[in-house]
């Protein structure tokens, strides 16, 4: 399917930049396109430390929790953190973990199964932490949602605590106001709260339970490197969570992979070297699709105990093998994802359903955990908002992944006649129904759609048309200033017309790298390398006189030499 290329024009003094920031003009072009105006916005973005992290006690709910907590640990209460099944929910688990271990509180945790339990703190949970005999709850990545569980654990006398970031529940009256429902925890500390005078409402769960732990060391006077210690997990959540990447969380983020790089957790260790990485150069596109996969593989197909496990290893053996058996799991869940996701291309390909605008798939053998992930290919392959049920009878359960010309949680709350649960945002959603609504839900969702031809073809958004021979290797490096990249703040895209791809090679026991040069009008060129269907692409450069490429530019390191490359993604 054909791309539509669009050149983003957003208008700033680039000079200017370049001079008072001493940066390349290319790189103030793209810091504007990112939205990034105004100096302090600007110095912040490009090099933000730890001294720029907002203060904690702005959370609303904050000192309350740090009062609460402090007296339980005082006091020698017994404490039970409940977390989230997810890399968000683990690495939040761990930190709490940790930071309440470190004051010398009696602490310990619960994941809930994905299976068994659902999703977050639930009445199963509390009354298991009632039997256990603990006095508080601390939630994390979870709680904003559970009201009953919460006021259950009230009556049965113990104290709450909440830590999310998830959007507060709300019910609309016919007025057309919205009533927010915040649970009747004795804390509640949520950045997305109405009232929540924090600046940054885009942490994630492991962001907020950081900051609860900071506000505590300082109360308790924890030495400062013990709480930087902890950014390792937050910065791995913050990229594993697909939060935004902008303001504190891309501080939170650098300064995360800084200490993962040297990381002195032995399960993190064990996880790099079981992977065969490199810790030293540990990115973000390493946790998001080696890594943290491998953490999010324990809460989809097993438990996610077995993920924080990993974490708390005392022995380099325990960390080996539960590094392995998670890498083992991961690999069944990619196996399984792969035929999931034939089988959903084969019934798209052979029935009625590629008439449809919005796919509505019905796998009943899909495991359910890897349903949002088949539901993520569909939408790529097809460019088309994807939904993908599992399961048989009254218990169907589905998760849909959207593009950004349409708004799967408003489309779906209209067809929410035909569903039993739901939930979601613009780009995502959950849901349950009966099989014998999966058809009229379909036919609903597709009469209600109003895409056309030009919002279903997806854009590649270019930032700026350069051409090749302007890069050099201190620009290349500048262009790390603009990392970590992911949500909101993404991967630079660069573009030049009429060049002539020569001395084109293929190379590959799947003949998937073409390394080629790329000359443009005046004889002058660079290096550049594509990776896919190796052989099309040099039947393309063969048979066109001129073409034109969105790259973005590397140095490649090969036997001591740095050599710059431009890496092809399309070309046409």
Not at 468 to 476: F, K, R, S
Not at 542 to 564: C, E, K, N, Q, W
Request: aromatic residues 8%; glycine residues 8%.
């Amino acid at each position: 399917m054909e791309k539509k290329w669009v050149l983003l024009m957003k208008k700033a003094d680039f000079n200017e930049i370049s001079r008072r920031y001493g940066i390349d003009p290319v790189i103030a072009r793209l810091i504007r396109n990112r939205d990034v105006t105004g100096d302090e916005a600007i110095r912040k973005y490009l090099y933000g430390s730890l001294e720029d992290l907002y203060d904690p006690m702005l959370l609303k709910g904050m000192k309350e929790a740090c009062e609460i907590i402090t007296d339980a640990v005082q006091s020698g209460k017994k404490i039970r953190v409940i977390g989230d099944y997810d890399i968000d929910g683990v690495m939040s688990s761990y930190i709490l973990l940790t930071g309440l271990r470190t004051l010398g509180g009696d602490v310990d945790v619960r994941i809930p199964h994905r299976v068994i339990d659902g999703y977050g703190l639930n009445a199963n949970l509390v009354r298991a932490a009632d039997r256990d005999g603990k006095d508080l709850i601390v939630t994390c990545d979870n709680g904003i949602a559970a009201s009953g569980a919460i006021a259950l654990a009230k009556e049965l006398g113990m104290e709450t605590v909440v830590t999310d970031h998830h959007e507060v529940p709300f019910e609309q009256g016919e007025d057309g106001q919205r009533r927010y429902r915040i649970p009747e925890a004795d804390s509640v500390i949520d950045p997305k709260q109405e009232g929540c005078a924090y600046p940054f409402k885009e942490l994630c769960g492991a962001g907020v339970a950081f900051q609860l732990v900071s506000a505590l060391y300082d109360r308790f006077r924890i030495p400062e490197e013990k709480k930087e210690n902890l950014l390792q997990y937050v910065g791995f959540a913050t990229i594993g969570d697909v939060v935004s990447l902008t303001d504190e969380n891309r501080i939170l983020v650098r300064e995360g992979l800084k200490r993962l790089r040297k990381t002195d957790n032995r399960g993190l260790a064990a996880l790099i070297r079981e992977n065969e990485l490199n810790p030293e150069q540990i990115n973000s596109y390493q946790i998001g699709f080696v890594l943290g996969p491998c953490i999010n593989a324990s809460g989809r197909l097993n438990t996610a105990v077995r993920a924080l496990k990993l974490l708390c290893s005392e022995t380099d053996e325990e960390a080996d093998r539960l590094a392995r058996d998670l890498i083992k799991l991961n690999k069944t869940r990619q196996d399984l994802t792969e035929q999931a996701a034939f089988e959903a291309y084969e019934r798209v390909d052979s029935t009625s359903l590629a008439d449809d605008r919005v796919l509505v798939v019905h796998l009943p053998d899909c495991h359910e955990s890897i349903a949002g992930i088949v539901a993520g290919r569909l939408r790529e392959r097809y460019y088309r908002p994807s939904i993908v049920l599992t399961g048989r009878g009254e218990g169907v359960k589905g998760s849909g992944r959207s593009i950004e010309t349409y708004d799967m949680f408003s489309e779906i709350s209209g067809c929410a006649g035909y569903l039993t649960k739901f939930g979601g945002h613009k780009m995502a959603a959950g849901m349950s129904l009966h099989e014998e609504n999966i058809g009229a839900f379909r036919k609903a969702l597709n009469r209600a759609c109003t895409l056309t031809g030009d919002d279903l073809t997806e854009k590649v958004v270019i930032d700026v048309p350069m051409p090749v021979t302007y890069v050099t290797h201190e620009l290349v490096r500048q262009l790390d200033l603009l990392e970590p990249f992911g949500t909101e703040n993404p991967k630079p895209v660069f573009a030049q017309s009429n060049l002539q791809a020569e001395q084109v090679r293929v190379f590959g026991k799947n003949r998937n790298v073409a390394k080629c040069r790329l000359v443009d009008e005046t004889g002058r060129g660079a290096d550049a390398v594509y990776f896919g269907d190796a052989d099309a692409f040099a039947e393309y450069a063969g048979t066109h006189t001129a073409i034109s490429v969105i790259y973005y530019p590397a140095i490649d390191h090969f036997r001591g030499a740095d050599t710059l490359q431009m890496i092809i993604r399309e070309y046409r």
